[in-house]
């Protein structure tokens, strides 16, 4: 796909490198999972400092009002040096969940200023990834609301302040009206928090709630659509993830073939082996076309824009997989060990395909929406 960076993106891209490279290096991948929130909390502020929070933040909700296309060229800084950080949930989905509801004006203030981190509960059990399956039920009693309920899996929600829960006061558990968005907060009375930690370093999370209060935001039965075109952006920002990933992913594993010697000859002089390599580059640059397209239709028709997101979500998916697998192989045994950065990459590609739904599921929506249009 022919697309090309503006000054200004290519800026914001070399700035993020940038910073990647002085905090974040490879060599120190093992401190900065070790530091835990302390240190995301740190990094999360120098964040702040730079703008990078409040781009994806409509202007009127103090933000910058950066578009898709310059979240995309953050994204892509961030994967290449894979920065455990909840860029995507907490400053692109949650902010395009909240919208400009006047309930949200103050949490949205707070992520754009840094001082606040936020996540989303939408996903529950018996639900696969079927954001419309919500069996968590809302209750207004007197002037407020109470949830009752569980969500499974809770992107990045580890170190989450606030959390937006999709929750059902009208339909059954299957419907897609009846649905609404609240904020609950981390301290309130009846929310269980427990913490995990994925594959790839990042900390999620999985909530119960046992007749929490909540503060509604947007409508209260009609947040479907909401809800889909918000993950459908944080989906796209991941694919930009997942290009920059493999980008750095394919550069390590051709300085190890130019530099390791096998025979009395640098390995990289092995034909097969450039086969090999070249397939994981030409891998990259699919990925980086499915991404642009997906990116550049966030904004087009409801149908457009599902359709472009999940084939980009099928493909790169599979390219960041064999990205990843191929880079570890090329390595050979010693590729697997915590030591070397390609196994990172990895398995932050294994966690990325299966973020807001996996292949399979994406090739049945894209599949669906071929017969409704």
């Known amino acids: 796909m022919d697309f090309v960076y503006s000054d200004e993106q290519q800026m914001l891209r070399d700035s993020v490198l940038r910073y990647g490279e002085e905090h974040w290096a490879a060599a120190?991948?093992?401190?900065?999972?070790?530091?835990?929130?302390?240190?995301?909390k740190r990094r999360w502020a120098e964040m702040a400092d730079l703008g990078w929070l409040m781009l994806p933040i409509a202007e009127e909700a103090g933000g910058l009002g950066g578009g898709a296309a310059d979240v995309m060229a953050v994204m892509e800084g961030m994967g290449r040096h894979l920065m455990t950080l909840p860029y995507v949930t907490s400053c692109v989905l949650v902010p395009a969940l909240v919208g400009g509801d006047e309930a949200g004006a103050e949490l949205i203030a707070g992520i754009a200023a840094g001082t606040t981190i936020a996540a989303a509960g939408l996903l529950e059990a018996d639900g696969g990834y079927d954001m419309r399956h919500v069996a968590t039920r809302a209750v207004r009693l007197g002037d407020g609301w109470r949830l009752t309920g569980a969500k499974v899996h809770v992107e990045d929600g580890a170190d989450a302040d606030w959390f937006v829960v999709s929750a059902r006061s009208a339909g059954d558990v299957d419907d897609a009206g009846g649905i609404g968005l609240f904020l609950v907060d981390r301290a309130a009375a009846g929310l269980t928090v427990q913490r995990f930690r994925a594959i790839d370093g990042h900390r999620h999370a999985r909530l119960a709630l046992?007749?929490?209060?909540?503060?509604?935001?947007?409508?209260i039965e009609a947040a479907t659509p909401v809800i889909e075109a918000?993950?459908?952006?944080?989906?796209?920002?991941?694919?930009?993830?997942?290009?920059?990933?493999?980008?750095?992913?394919?550069?390590?594993?051709?300085?190890?073939?130019?530099?390791?010697?096998?025979?009395?000859?640098?390995?990289?002089?092995?034909?097969v082996l450039q086969h090999r390599m070249v397939d994981m580059v030409v891998a990259g640059e699919e990925a980086r076309s499915m991404a642009y397209h997906a990116t550049l239709n966030l904004d087009r028709t409801r149908a457009e824009r599902a359709r472009a997101v999940a084939a980009g979500k099928v493909r790169v998916a599979e390219t960041g997989l064999y990205v990843g697998q191929q880079a570890v192989q090329l390595h050979g045994g010693?590729?697997?060990?915590?030591?070397?950065?390609?196994?990172?990459?990895?398995?932050?590609?294994?966690?990325?395909?299966?973020?807001?739904?996996?292949?399979?599921?994406?090739?049945?929506?894209?599949?669906?929406?071929?017969?409704?249009a």
């Open 210 to 219: 046992a007749d929490v209060p909540a503060i509604p935001v947007g409508e």
């Open 334 to 372: 010693v590729g697997f060990s915590d030591e070397l950065i390609v196994s990172h990459h990895l398995r932050r590609q294994m966690m990325l395909g299966q973020a807001f739904g996996n292949a399979d599921h994406h090739r049945a929506r894209f599949a669906a929406l071929g017969v409704a």
């Open 230 to 271: 918000a993950v459908d952006r944080a989906i796209a920002a991941q694919l930009a993830e997942a290009v920059g990933s493999m980008e750095a992913a394919a550069e390590a594993t051709l300085d190890h073939l130019r530099t390791r010697h096998q025979f009395g000859v640098a390995i990289g002089s092995f034909q």
């Open 28 to 40: 120190d991948r093992a401190k900065a999972l070790a530091g835990g929130r302390d240190l995301a």
